[in-house]
T-cell receptor, first 113, second 114 residues
């Protein structure tokens, strides 16, 4: 089955700096890659996603990039703010009629004011 | 839409007792997923349903865990008997096969077994 590796497990940045979280996946048939943000004590919430026919997608301060050849995708947050502090999860959806997302282990991002 | 609704939000129970967690998916979503989240193991998929049919229950830790989805708007996850190591946050999520494939998670049930 699909395996998703996520790095780093923890990340601390100064407010205003950029943060990058990287994930790799194993199933070359995977075709959908969402990112979730989970604030302390709350549910994971979808913040951005990318499909396999697109190399990059941007939404204000967040962007995702996908390299299908290398089977990795990344989340980029620019101009970080304290409210960006949370745990971020990447995930992948395998092709062939799969319904199941496979999640990475998560990255705890701390933005230091 | 009220989103995915889970109940209860918090449950404290004694070891050996039966625990039932409930989930109402988003109307029109035909896939439902039960996850368990702990610090040590992260988000673990326990079981998922498609069109009310269990598709993959390989993540269910042992026979003490069971899940049902009697109709498109309701699912339960039952633990009997409960043990302290079952303490975790249990999330239910739903998704639709049409449109985006991202899941919508419920608010979770924080289970504490003492």
């Amino acid at each position: 089955g699909e395996n998703v590796e996520q790095h780093p497990s923890t990340l601390s940045v100064q407010e205003g700096d950029s943060a990058v979280i990287k994930c790799t996946y194993s199933d070359s048939a995977s075709n959908y890659f969402p990112w979730y943000k989970q604030e302390l004590g709350k549910r994971p919430q979808l913040i951005i996603d990318i499909r396999s026919n697109v190399g990059e997608k941007k939404d204000q301060r967040i962007a995702v990039t996908l390299n299908k050849t290398a089977k990795h995708f990344s989340l980029h947050i620019t101009e970080t703010q304290p409210e960006d502090s949370a745990v971020y999860f990447c995930a992948s959806l395998s092709g062939a009629g799969s319904y199941q997302l496979t999640f990475g282990k998560g990255t705890k991002l701390s933005v230091i004011p | 839409d009220a989103g995915v609704i889970q109940s209860p939000r918090h449950e404290v129970t004694e070891m050996g007792q039966e625990v039932t967690l409930r989930c109402k998916p988003i109307s029109g979503h035909n896939s439902l997923f039960w996850y368990r989240q702990t610090m040590m193991r992260g988000l673990e998929l326990l079981i998922y349903f498609n069109n009310n049919v269990p598709i993959d229950d390989s993540g269910m830790p042992e026979d003490r865990f069971s899940a049902k989805m009697p109709n498109a708007s309701f699912s339960t996850l039952k633990i009997q008997p409960s043990e302290p190591r079952d303490s975790a946050v249990y999330f239910c999520a739903s998704s639709s096969r049409t449109g985006v494939h991202g899941y919508t998670f419920g608010s979770g049930t924080r289970l504490t077994v003492v």
